[in-house]
């Protein structure tokens, strides 16, 4: 209780927390009951709506969860750049308990920054798990530290963590946490906040309600017979009550899904006018398009990923796709997610740090053919470090590490070759490789092949014609 006053009164000497940022930072709407947690959560009417509605939306956040938890915790080195494992990484492997697993902290934490921009995780004291706080609830708190000599900065002192809605009712009077017992994780930094992630649905939130504009206009389309509107028009003037009815009636007749392709008859003197656009004159297909496109731009997810590659006229292959979402943007992510978990789980000493093992990532594999490649071309660069004179372990680890300073000469050189040296694996020739026969072997005798053919170096000579003709006759 005294740290929670300290904190709190220091909070209100200082006048600023995060939350007085910007009117976007501090989410007080959820999705369902206030005191209900779902298994998607909503921060937000918009990200409740992009996420739970928009299917362009949905399928680029699950392409990013999905990739980015497959994941494997791991400490690295940071001289020779090695991965390895030990017990202090069960906190990450069971994040939640015995039956949670590394993945299911990723999810959330991408998640909660994809839609929030930030990502909070609590490693509860001497409990060995985290635990997540929602976004929603949670209000970054930090105090001015002023310089000796002159200057100031802010510095980052905890998060109170409080249901906006139980409050209000008096049932939640909030916690406070320490900043060094918390994970805050915002890839994306908010430009008027000190501290705070902006989600990369900000950006697009005018992309995304036109998107569900046109969907709306298609599902209207639909329930009123999958037709343009009609002006239906009379050479004489109708009483009020009887345009009341006319509309009722050819509502009840010809409008929704279900009278769809009617024939639609009308009385003596209306006059039938199609007015409006249909989808494929309002070019429906391609506005669409548009606006996935700008949504998925955001999301770092190529069309391809998602199954719209007809629609956006891709051209390219998944696996340049998937290269594309990992090199750009997931490999970075990891990094970044990386270090602020750092603040949870510790390196075991100051030349590690906390890194992320991709090797079975399936995704991210290339295909056999270019497997076989980079295997012949690393072997024949060991075949070179050998013949050089390395030693080949110290080839491996260089290989490896694609570091060259970590060559070390051989304790035993290697025999100097005789004639030319050629460093790479040995390949045969082009050409004639049979064996010719030996001298003392037998010939087959060689005979002419025809009467005239000089097989035996012996032509014919001169026959008459009337030979000639004799022979033709007695062959034919």
Known sequence: MTRLLDRMLSRRDVGYWEGLASGAAILTTSYGSPDREQLLPQFTDWARRAYSTNGVVFSAMLIRMLLLSEAVFQWQALDDKHLFGNPSLGILEHPFGD??????????????????????????????????????????????????????????????????????????????????????????????????????????????????????????YLEHSASPNLLIKYAQKLAPATIDSLRERMTARYGGVDNAFKTLILDQGADATVIGNSLQQMDFANVGSAGADRILSASMVPGVLIGLEPLRGAGKGYQDAMQKLANIWARPTWRSLCACLEAVCPPPSSGTR???DTADIAALQDGELERGQAALVNMQALLTAHQAGYDPMSAVAALQAADWSLLKPAAVPPPLPAGNVQHMLPQSQPGVTASPLPPSGARIPVGPSSDGGGGDNVRPGPQPVAGRRMRAITRG
Do not use: C
């Open 99 to 220: 039956f949670s697993h590394s993945g299911e902290l990723i999810v959330r934490m991408e998640q909660d920054s994809g839609l929030a921009g930030n990502a909070y995780v609590w490693n509860v004291p001497g409990a060995d798990r985290l635990v997540r706080f929602r976004p929603d609830h949670t209000t970054i708190v930090s105090e001015l530290v002023q310089v000796s000599g002159g200057g100031q900065y802010r510095r980052k002192v905890g998060f109170f963590v409080q249901d906006p809605v139980k409050a209000a009712q008096r049932q939640d009077d909030g916690q406070f946490y320490p900043a060094d017992e918390v994970a805050h994780w915002a890839p994306i930094p908010d430009p008027v906040a000190e501290f705070r992630g902006m989600s990369w649905l900000t950006p697009i939130v005018r992309d995304v309600a036109g998107d569900d504009g046109l969907t709306q206009y298609k599902i209207k």
């Open 354 to 356: 906390l890194w992320f």
